[in-house]
């Protein structure tokens, strides 16, 4: 990776560290994420078993439980059995245990009934946004909406009746104003100076996260002039989008949307792969490809969104354009350690570092 250069997307690629916590270094974070792992096994099993339809299923979701137990076993006697224990390699090993006992896509069917219910409230959603005349106002219910589709984590979601009452009880929830990391007038002051050339996305959870919190985001974007890659992950992880679903989702979002739909046509939305296999983001491992076309596309301005990639990972990371690190935190310890509620916000905007 590193011989095409990554000098276009990190600032320093060489004192780049994609992990916020060292839970080798940090005794209290490593106790409270292995306990946390370990209770997640059995909310995993319940899941692969009420939705798998397959008479080997129960042998199998056994043999994950004690495939990820024992890892997480060993990490608590020898801690740096893998080199280094983060949060992103806790969620690397569960994907493991889990893809070795062939659960590929486990929320493959909630994934693509929550796209299609958040489909069926996109028209109705984008008008709601279109109907407020005031630009800072529109801008900051924009921001919202993608803050409160970032709650839709299945880890988190209480949610099963219809989503789109979904989305409204999220935006409720919602920590009010001044936020945790509070950049949103920031974010506004720039888009009063700038219009950025083209912006690179790497996404969240499929649902009414990337459907009524991405969608009317970068819509809103494309409208500036500003053109979109959205990023999303190579292989299935939890019920974050995949680039394959992405791009269903996008052909029936055009279906309802024009801007969406011509941008499309002309190449100024496309879909990509992050070359990611879990639900956090090394961007030393983002795909040649990908890395390359952002260099080409020059790209200028980069939005990390959800817990995974704006804040396990990446949260003290220096990119080298402009940045948005957008995310709710849905845990009540990780809340607790940067300070503020659960359900706390990240949103923290930065421009690209001055050449000094």
């Known amino acids: 990776m590193e011989h095409f250069g990554l ?6 690629p060489d004192k780049y560290n994609p992990d916020t916590l060292d839970l080798i270094i940090d005794e209290e974070a490593r106790e409270y994420w292995l306990n946390t792992c370990e209770k997640l096994v059995d909310k995993y099993v319940n899941f692969a078993l009420a939705n798998t339809d397959d008479p080997t299923v129960e042998i199998r979701a056994l043999k994950f439980k004690t ?23 806790l969620l690397d090993v569960n994907e493991t245990c889990l893809r070795s006992q062939g659960f590929f896509d486990l929320w493959k069917q909630q994934k693509k009934y929550e796209n299609e219910s ?73 888009l009063e100076k700038t219009v950025h050339h083209c912006a690179a996305v790497f996404v969240d959870n499929s649902g009414v996260d990337i459907v009524l919190g991405i969608l009317p985001f970068i819509r809103a974007l494309l409208l500036r002039g500003t053109s979109i890659i959205l990023c999303a992950n190579e292989w299935p992880a939890l019920n974050d989008i995949t680039n394959v679903e992405l791009e269903e989702v996008l052909h029936h979002a055009s279906l309802i949307c024009p801007v969406l739909s011509t941008a499309m046509a002309t190449g100024d939305l496309v879909v990509r792969s992050s070359g990611q296999r879990g639900p956090c ?17 020059g790209v200028d301005l980069i939005i990390l969104e959800g817990m995974g990639r704006a804040l396990h990972t990446n949260f003290n990371a220096r990119l080298s354009v402009d940045s948005l ?10 809340a607790q350690r940067l300070g503020g509620p659960l359900f706390s916000v990240i949103f923290i905007y930065e421009d690209k570092p001055s050449k000094t």
């Not at 495939?67 to 390699?89: D, F, M, S, W």
């Not at 099963?160 to 935006?171: K, Q």
């Not at 690190?325 to 990780?334: C, D, E, P, R, S």
């Open 67 to 89: 495939c990820y137990v024992e890892a997480l076993k060993e990490l608590r006697v020898n801690p740096l059995a893998h080199g280094q224990l983060t949060i992103r390699l």
């Open 7 to 12: 000098s276009h997307i990190l600032y320093e």
């Open 118 to 190: 958040a489909l069926a409230n996109l028209s109705s959603r984008l008008a709601e946004i279109d109907a407020i005349p005031n630009n800072r106002q529109r801008w900051t219910e924009l921001c919202r909406g993608v803050l409160a589709g970032n709650m839709f984590d299945w880890g988190a979601q209480a949610v099963t009746d219809i989503l789109d009452r979904g989305l409204y009880e999220a935006l409720q929830k919602i920590q009010n104003r001044p936020w945790l990391y509070d950049g949103l007038d920031k974010w506004l002051d720039k």
């Open 325 to 334: 690190k957008l995310a709710v935190v849905k845990n009540a310890w990780l």
């Open 281 to 297: 983001l090394d961007l030393r491992t983002i795909s040649i490809g990908l890395c390359k076309e952002m260099k080409v596309r």
